[in-house]
């Protein structure tokens, strides 16, 4: 197997270990993709300003977030069901981010308990939820976060619906998969995620399984689920959160500078500047194109944080110096955990943090704190042709 240089490698040894439909679930985002794909196109856009003779030699990536030290600024994005990638994909997960020293969030819909989760990492971890129309769901879910020490609510407030992802529409995906006489051929093609995941203990949404929705088996708890979206949840979403939640509330969505403004009104502690990864609404900006007018409302009033895209430490780079705080990734951590578990998120990891301190170096930079906006440029789309003198 050739070595893995970048998250593109393992990515593509994610696709190699997956089914087709479980693969696309993780890859894929909503209708045409476009907001997926400029997602990296407007990253591309954006140029490292690079100052030389400068001592770097002692180069520092940690950061402190609501009120929390991380000695790299990336955070596990909240990615539903990471168990249909990996059994117990959550667990590793939020066990590879603690070993490193850096953020993770589980998401309400996770295949793995908040119990479960806090048994396998030492470290606090973030918990995500979207609010249902029965709120007494949400309360005890909270309730059950704070008492294993989450001390972080990240309100995600973009998903009143579910975004239509044809890539799975075509795949005919379902949670679990199903083998089909369509897809048999594939499946049988992956005998470790098999082994792993097809013929091992039955997969539910194991926060909401059992008494509190009253049903275990995943199909009828998902229906259940679905039905509680709330479509008529509005701006006092958040001030509900503050007012049933000790800690901080994160509230992940926001792409405009009036959103971030009325956020802030309600007292959010945390803004996620986010467009899921570009699995919702299809044609929204990319986050990184949304950043700078959110950091500009905001003016330090809530910590920003960036979400979708990051592919590259240069990624992250950009981010801070265009004033996020630090970074939410989902697929990259996810491809490395189809990889090689909780190894490749590891490695996912390690690849990341490597290239920010290589930006670092090369950037003339000693820490990502001294990072602004002076430190990006944005080159003209026309190539530049010097001519000769002779010419």
């Given at each position: 197997?050739?070595?893995?240089?970048?998250?593109?490698?393992?990515?593509?040894?994610?696709?190699?270990?997956?089914?087709?439909?479980?693969?696309?679930?993780?890859?894929?985002?909503?209708?045409?993709?476009a907001t997926l794909l400029d997602n990296r196109r407007q990253f591309?856009?954006?140029?490292?300003?690079?100052?030389?003779?400068?001592?770097?030699?002692?180069?520092?990536?940690?950061?402190?977030?609501?009120?929390?030290?991380?000695?790299?600024?990336?955070?596990?994005?909240?990615?539903?069901?990471?168990?249909?990638?990996?059994?117990?994909?959550?667990?590793?997960?939020?066990?590879?981010?603690?070993?490193?020293?850096?953020?993770?969030?589980?998401?309400?819909?996770?295949?793995?308990?908040?119990?479960?989760?806090?048994?396998?990492?030492?470290?606090?971890?973030w918990f995500q939820i979207y609010l249902l129309r029965d709120r007494?769901?949400?309360?005890?879910?909270?309730?059950?976060?704070?008492?294993?020490?989450?001390?972080?609510?990240?309100?995600?407030?973009?998903?009143?619906?579910?975004?239509?992802?044809?890539?799975?529409?075509?795949?005919?995906?379902?949670?679990?998969?199903?083998?089909?006489?369509?897809?048999?051929?594939?499946?049988?093609?992956?005998?470790?995620?098999?082994?792993?995941?097809?013929?091992?203990?039955?997969?539910?949404?194991?926060?909401?399984?059992?008494?509190?929705?009253?049903?275990?088996?995943?199909?009828?708890?998902?229906?259940?689920?679905?039905?509680?979206?709330?479509?008529?949840?509005?701006?006092?979403?958040?001030?509900?959160?503050?007012?049933?939640?000790?800690?901080?509330?994160?509230?992940?969505?926001?792409?405009?500078?009036?959103?971030?403004?009325?956020?802030?009104?309600?007292?959010?502690?945390?803004?996620?500047?986010?467009?899921?990864?570009?699995?919702?609404?299809?044609?929204?900006?990319?986050?990184?194109?949304?950043?700078?007018?959110?950091?500009?409302?905001?003016?330090?009033?809530?910590?920003?944080?960036?979400?979708?895209?990051?592919?590259?430490?240069?990624?992250?780079?950009?981010?801070?110096?265009?004033?996020?705080?630090?970074?939410?990734?989902?697929?990259?951590?996810?491809?490395?955990?189809?990889?090689?578990?909780?190894?490749?998120?590891?490695?996912?990891?390690?690849?990341?943090?490597?290239?920010?301190?290589?930006?670092?170096?090369?950037?003339?930079?000693?820490?990502?704190?001294?990072?602004?906006?002076?430190?990006?440029?944005?080159?003209?789309?026309?190539?530049?042709?010097?001519?000769?003198?002779?010419?």
């Amino acid at each position: 197997m050739k070595p893995t240089a970048n998250i593109a490698d393992l990515r593509l040894r994610a696709q190699r270990r997956l089914p087709r439909a479980v693969f696309d679930f993780v890859d894929g985002g909503a209708q045409d993709e476009a907001t997926l794909l400029d997602n990296r196109r407007q990253f591309q856009r954006i140029a490292l300003v690079t100052r030389v003779l400068r001592d770097v030699s002692h180069r520092d990536q940690s950061i402190t977030l609501l009120g929390e030290t991380l000695a790299s600024p990336l955070i596990v994005a909240p990615t539903g069901m990471a168990g249909l990638v990996r059994r117990n994909g959550e667990a590793m997960l939020a066990r590879a981010a603690a070993e490193a020293d850096i953020g993770c969030c589980l998401s309400m819909m996770s295949a793995c308990s908040i119990e479960d989760v806090k048994r396998a990492s030492h470290r606090p971890f973030w918990f995500q939820i979207y609010l249902l129309r029965d709120r007494g769901i949400n309360r005890a879910l909270m309730e059950r976060a704070w008492a294993v020490g989450c001390r972080v609510l990240v309100l995600t407030v973009d998903t009143k619906q579910q975004g239509l992802r044809e890539r799975d529409l075509r795949n005919g995906f379902t949670v679990p998969p199903r083998v089909t006489l369509r897809n048999v051929l594939d499946v049988a093609r992956r005998p470790g995620w098999l082994a792993d995941v097809a013929f091992g203990r039955r997969i539910t949404f194991a926060n909401l399984a059992g008494k509190l929705i009253g049903a275990d088996d995943i199909v009828s708890v998902a229906r259940l689920a679905a039905e509680q979206y709330d479509p008529a949840m509005s701006w006092d979403a958040i001030e509900w959160c503050k007012r049933h939640w000790e800690g901080a509330v994160a509230v992940k969505g926001i792409l405009t500078a009036d959103d971030a403004r009325a956020a802030v009104a309600r007292s959010a502690d945390a803004l996620i500047v986010s467009n899921h990864g570009g699995r919702q609404l299809d044609g929204t900006p990319a986050s990184i194109a949304a950043l700078p007018a959110v950091v500009d409302a905001v003016k330090g009033a809530a910590e920003i944080v960036l979400d979708s895209g990051i592919r590259r430490g240069g990624d992250v780079l950009k981010a801070l110096a265009l004033g996020a705080r630090a970074c939410m990734a989902g697929r990259p951590f996810l491809y490395g955990l189809a990889a090689d578990g909780e190894a490749g998120v590891r490695e996912a990891i390690s690849i990341l943090r490597s290239e920010i301190d290589l930006g670092l170096t090369l950037m003339g930079v000693n820490s990502v704190g001294a990072l602004d906006r002076s430190s990006l440029a944005w080159p003209s789309r026309k190539p530049v042709i010097l001519k000769s003198r002779d010419s």
